[in-house]
């Protein structure tokens, strides 16, 4: 079974599991690489954020992750993707082989999200999950011997099933929820960092 196929198998199994009472999912990319199939830990509501360590692993227990002050979002010239033009940067995760997640948040629907990326994308993409909705757009080929992940946007709707959204990591800053949650992994830089 492909990198893939396990990482959009885990995802599945990981989606349901994620909508609780009164508590929302830590954030994780998505789909992930590897075939890790734990639930995702429970977690207090308002944790305090770590700082972003650039070359930290993956981790399956990882906490909301806030970019400290200073630290500016990517643009559309370093991720060499489309950024919807609302889309607030929540966070990156490294994503192994010099690729990271980069995660952005947007109160627009998962639909209209996915129109967007079709659009300027001018590719298909597919629908992977039906629920909840998750749709992803491969953009580049997938090379195993030297990417984690295959390059591309992912979205998925984090409003779904009547969920108030995907918590916004900065407590108190509007809106506190995004409906819509836009993963970009971008190809590794010919050094292999990015």
């Known amino acids: 079974m492909s990198r893939v196929c396990v990482a959009l198998l885990v995802v599945g199994l990981l989606g349901p ?3 609780r009472a ?15 199939q734990q639930p995702p830990p429970a977690v ?22 806030v970019p400290p002050p200073g630290v500016d979002a990517p643009t559309e010239q370093m991720l060499g993707l489309p950024i919807y033009p609302t889309a607030r940067y929540l966070a990156s ?17 998962f639909a209209e999200t996915v129109a967007y990326y079709r659009t300027v ?5 597919d629908l992977v999950f039906d629920s909840p909705a998750t749709h992803m757009f491969e953009v580049g080929r997938f090379d195993e011997d030297r990417m984690a992940f295959p390059p591309g946007v992912t979205i998925k709707d984090y409003a779904w099933n009547g969920s108030q959204g995907y918590r916004n990591p900065e407590p108190g800053v509007d809106p506190p929820y995004f409906r819509t949650v836009i993963q970009i992994v971008p190809a590794p830089t010919a050094s292999g960092r990015r």
Do not use: H, M
């Open 44 to 65: 207090d509501p308002l944790p305090r954020p770590d700082p972003i360590v650039p070359d930290e692993p993956v981790r399956s227990d990882a906490p909301i992750v």
């Open 93 to 109: 995760y490294n994503a192994g082989a010099g690729q990271r997640y980069y995660l952005f948040g947007t109160n627009l629907s």
């Open 121 to 125: 994308l001018n590719v298909r993409g």
């Open 17 to 19: 599991t994620a909508v």
């Open 22 to 36: 009164q508590q929302q999912p830590v954030p994780q990319p998505f789909p992930r690489p590897g075939g890790q």
